[in-house]
């Protein structure tokens, strides 16, 4: 596993991505939403095994490289499956917080999740603050006092009223607040434009024993369902190192890139591909279509350009237009996202 680190850093992400991908810990999904499905699934059995020999559940991580809305969809998923398993309290708390964006974020808070601090939070000169990116569980909920009882690492501690919006489910994450976290395994949602050398690395590089990487044709741009296709425009993105490069020449790399894939579609057959250079097994595509998702990821890079170029055609780094990033629900909705603390 450690040699198909190496290759993502060093930027030979075909070869590291190939060696997953004869491991089965490729899977390719139509749209995002499936992949996040697909992601939270696979992230829901190999918990509930890992509890029947007793390990812990923070040693599985759901991972975006892509948006905060991927995150907050990933974190609810998750949730939503311990609340059928009957891990949670029925009692929860509702908490609306504002992102680096502006945008609010509402979440509801049960005895027995898992949370992470956004932020500082003080309890005054006799008590040690809570650093931001401390985990923690929900132990207690008083809905009359309007507290929630957080055991952290090294001692419990009570919220009271606007304290709650420093807190956040933890299930998911984002790439960037992940670095230096360890899990047994990460579970990682990708593919999109914002996809890179770095990102992919950080977020493959999580885990002791397996990282599984879950993306989807249509972030892809793909115009038909060649799963040897779909790896290989995966690996490009996984390849390119996005350090220091103004986010429009990001855009239209990749709008030149989807022409290059719209032209091979159109001189590909749509059959089963007969090619074994990724060394995958037959599995059949996920079924459904991508082509009602493809025109709305071509209208979001030209809006995306567009507003680069009015943007006195300055070049803001990758790094900087991080804090607010233009992107689209699946119902082609538009939403502002930043960066996940």
Not at 162 to 175: E, K, W
Not at 232 to 254: C, G, N, T, Y
Request: aromatic share 6%.
């Amino acid at each position: 596993m450690r040699d198909a680190w190496t290759d993502l850093r060093e930027g030979r992400a075909a070869r590291g991505l190939g060696a997953m991908e004869q491991r089965r810990q490729i899977v390719i999904s139509t749209r995002r939403s499936e992949s996040r499905e697909a992601a939270v699934a696979q992230w829901d059995e190999d918990r509930r095994a890992g509890a029947a020999q007793g390990r812990d559940i923070e040693n599985y991580l759901l991972l975006a490289t892509t948006t905060n809305y991927d995150v907050d969809q990933l974190n609810a998923m998750a949730q939503q499956r311990r609340r059928e398993a009957g891990e949670l309290g029925a009692e929860s708390i509702e908490v609306t917080a504002q992102d680096h964006a502006g945008s609010d974020r509402a979440e509801r808070f049960h005895v027995g999740d898992r949370v992470v601090t956004t932020r500082q939070v003080r309890f005054g000169t006799h008590h040690p603050r809570v650093e931001n990116g401390a985990t923690g569980e929900v132990i207690g909920l008083d809905l009359d006092a309007n507290t929630v009882d957080v055991q952290l690492a090294d001692r419990t501690v009570t919220l009271y009223g606007p304290q709650h919006t420093a807190l956040r489910l933890n299930y998911a994450q984002h790439v960037y607040s992940a670095q230096g976290r360890t899990v047994d395994r990460a579970y990682i949602v990708t593919g999109s434009w914002q996809a890179g050398r770095e990102t992919t690395y950080v977020a493959a590089s999580r885990t002791r024993e397996a990282s599984y990487v879950f993306t989807d044709y249509s972030s892809l741009r793909m115009e038909t369902h060649d799963r040897d296709q779909a790896l290989q425009e995966l690996a490009a993105r996984a390849s390119e190192s996005q350090a220091k490069v103004s986010a429009l020449d990001v855009i239209e790399k990749h709008q030149s890139r989807t022409e290059e894939i719209t032209t091979r579609a159109t001189a590909t057959p749509t059959g089963p591909s007969r090619s074994t250079s990724w060394g995958h097994h037959d599995r059949r595509p996920c079924s459904g279509s991508s082509n009602d998702a493809t025109p709305r990821m071509w209208r979001s890079a030209r809006r995306a350009s567009a507003w680069s170029v009015s943007a006195s055609r300055s070049r803001t780094s990758c790094s900087a237009s991080r804090n607010e990033t233009e992107a689209w629900n699946d119902d082609g909705s538009r939403h502002t996202d930043g960066t996940a603390l």
